[in-house]
């Protein structure tokens, strides 16, 4: 028989045994990195933003936590009766005693399979090439016709067809409608993609559809759905899914686009941005025409003066110049010359005038003249008794020889 301890031992407190509990869980590496897999139950979604459920399987359920900074990274719709997979830690929650699975990551079951299928289709298509960057084709700046592979029903056309008709409505848009989800999907995508390459005037393809889960998304995983989009002739923009989607479509496609609506801007043009290229395409083209048209007039200016130079009309307008110039230095001469002569001709009128037989009057000598006119110029024309006219400045009179001195004889 066992024998009691003298002195009993000390009990522990709930809280102390519930955080030794809690420390084991965080301890056990196997506890902080695991996959649980199961169905949802009892979901709940408070306003704090936080998401609460049971997680159970035919024999045991587990209750599981989603912080609000985790759930808004969701991409399941997560739902009562949902096969899911979950990933985090387990650990203690303290206050009810009870362990949980606090979840950072989820996805539908059967989502395990489907990425390890993804990786290793991915690597194989990898290596022959498929993905290559130097199989990439430029995708037209302006494409005249472009063609769209997607659902009719699906929210992905009706913005793809919106974002076109807004920012591009010059391009002509043909549908090639496809099934984008379930085991139909691979082989109409395959056969809308290869219409659209049978189209000669087809300038680039966009293929794509809305979000969902990696099951949604697979279609575009399909190795059938790759090869042709690798195959194409004409070039292709992927929109497949959200910005965080990535299917082997992405890597064979041209250009990967994060939305379909991404996909619809890459492919068209802001047609503000083409009138404005048009505006400024025209200021050069004015300012270019004006430049040749000025130097086409200068060079035209410049034939002309060179043909009026040596045109008959612009010769006799030199000679007509020239002409005129002689004319002036002509009468210019004339008017010298004239001016001389008439110089000369005021002082021979003054010498003459001072010659003149008035002028000699004028100074008091008198003309003798015998009766029969002539001029008596000696003593030795007259004699004693002679009459003779004597003629003065203001007249004449006639007078009679009295006595003839000649020339040296005292008188």
Same mark, same amino acid.
């Given at each position: 028989?066992a024998?009691? %301890?003298?002195?009993?031992?000390?009990?522990?407190?709930?809280?102390?045994?519930?955080?030794y509990?809690?420390?084991?869980?965080?301890?056990?590496?196997?506890?902080?990195?695991?996959?649980?897999?199961?169905? +949802?139950?009892?979901?709940?979604?408070?306003?704090?933003? @936080?998401?609460?459920?049971?997680?159970?399987?035919?024999s045991?359920?587990?209750?599981?936590?989603?912080?609000k900074?985790?759930?808004?990274?969701?991409?399941v719709?997560?739902?009562?009766?949902?096969?899911?997979?979950?990933h985090? /830690?387990?650990?203690? /929650?303290e206050?009810?005693?009870?362990?949980?699975?606090?979840?950072?990551? !989820?996805?539908?079951?059967?989502?395990?399979?489907?990425?390890?299928?993804?990786?290793?289709?991915?690597?194989?298509?990898?290596?022959?090439?498929?993905?290559?960057p130097?199989?990439?084709?430029?995708?037209?700046?302006?494409?005249?016709r472009i063609? +769209?592979?997607? =659902?009719?029903t699906?929210?992905?056309?009706?913005?793809?067809?919106?974002?076109l008709?807004?920012r591009?409505? $010059?391009?002509e848009? +043909? $549908?090639?409608?496809?099934?984008?989800?379930?085991?139909?999907?691979?082989?109409?995508?395959?056969?809308?993609?290869?219409?659209?390459?049978? !189209?000669e005037? +087809?300038?680039?393809? $966009?293929?794509?559809?809305?979000?969902? =889960?990696?099951?949604?998304?697979?279609?575009?995983?399909?190795?059938?759905?790759?090869?042709?989009?690798?195959?194409?002739?004409?070039?292709?923009?992927?929109?497949?899914? @959200?910005?965080?989607?990535?299917?082997?479509?992405?890597?064979?496609?041209?250009?990967?686009?994060?939305?379909?609506?991404g996909?619809?801007?890459?492919?068209?043009?802001?047609?503000?941005?083409?009138?404005?290229?048009?505006?400024?395409a025209?200021?050069?083209?004015?300012?270019?025409?004006q430049?040749?048209?000025?130097?086409?007039?200068?060079?035209?200016?410049?034939?002309?003066?060179r043909?009026?130079?040596?045109?008959?009309?612009w010769?006799?307008?030199?000679?007509?110049?020239? *002409?005129?110039?002689?004319?002036?230095?002509?009468?210019?001469?004339?008017?010298?010359? *004239?001016?001389?002569?008439?110089?000369?001709?005021?002082?021979?009128?003054?010498?003459?005038?001072?010659?003149?037989?008035?002028?000699?009057?004028?100074?008091? /000598?008198?003309?003798?003249?015998?009766?029969?006119?002539?001029?008596?110029?000696?003593?030795?024309?007259v004699?004693?008794?002679?009459?003779?006219?004597?003629?003065?400045?203001?007249?004449?009179?006639?007078?009679?020889?009295?006595?003839?001195? %000649?020339?040296?004889?005292?008188?």
């Open positions: 028989m024998q009691l %301890p003298l002195l009993p031992q000390l009990a522990i407190s709930v809280t102390e045994i519930t955080r509990l809690r420390q084991l869980f965080e301890s056990d590496e196997v506890l902080q990195d695991v996959w649980v897999a199961g169905e +949802i139950s009892n979901l709940s979604r408070p306003v704090s933003g @936080h998401i609460y459920f049971s997680m159970k399987d035919e045991a359920a587990l209750r599981c936590v989603i912080w900074s985790n759930a808004m990274r969701l991409r719709a997560l739902q009562n009766g949902l096969a899911i997979e979950a985090g /830690y387990i650990s203690l /929650y206050r009810d005693g009870q362990y949980q699975l606090y979840i950072d990551a !989820l996805r539908a079951a059967g989502e395990g399979y489907l990425y390890q299928e993804f990786l290793r289709l991915k690597a194989r298509l990898e290596a022959e090439g498929l993905f290559a130097e199989r990439k084709r430029p995708i037209p700046s302006r494409p005249r063609g +769209i592979v997607t =659902s009719v699906g929210a992905a056309l009706q913005d793809m067809l919106n974002t008709g807004r591009y409505p $010059l391009a848009v +043909i $549908l090639a409608p496809a099934a984008v989800q379930g085991a139909e999907a691979p082989p109409e995508l395959v056969a809308a993609l290869q219409a659209l390459n049978r !189209l005037a +087809i300038d680039v393809i $966009l293929i794509g559809r809305g979000g969902g =889960s990696l099951e949604d998304l697979w279609a575009f995983n399909d190795e059938r759905v790759v090869r042709a989009v690798a195959t194409s002739r004409v070039p292709v923009i992927s929109g497949v899914g @959200h910005e965080t989607d990535f299917t082997l479509v992405d890597f064979a496609a041209d250009v990967r686009a994060p939305t379909p609506t996909a619809a801007v890459l492919v068209a043009p802001d047609v503000a941005d083409i009138a404005l290229e048009l505006q400024n025209g200021s050069r083209l004015v300012s270019s025409f430049g040749r048209l000025g130097a086409y007039r200068a060079a035209l200016a410049d034939l002309a003066h043909l009026l130079r040596t045109s008959p009309a010769r006799i307008q030199g000679d007509e110049q020239r *002409l005129d110039a002689l004319v002036q230095r002509l009468e210019s001469g004339l008017s010298h010359e *004239l001016l001389l002569l008439r110089a000369r001709l005021e002082g021979l009128e003054q010498r003459l005038v001072s010659l003149s037989p008035k002028a000699v009057l004028q100074r008091g /000598y008198a003309v003798v003249r015998r009766p029969n006119g002539e001029v008596v110029r000696s003593t030795a024309q004699g004693v008794g002679q009459e003779l006219t004597i003629q003065v400045v203001d007249g004449k009179f006639d007078a009679r020889v009295e006595k003839v001195v %000649p020339a040296g004889q005292g008188g």
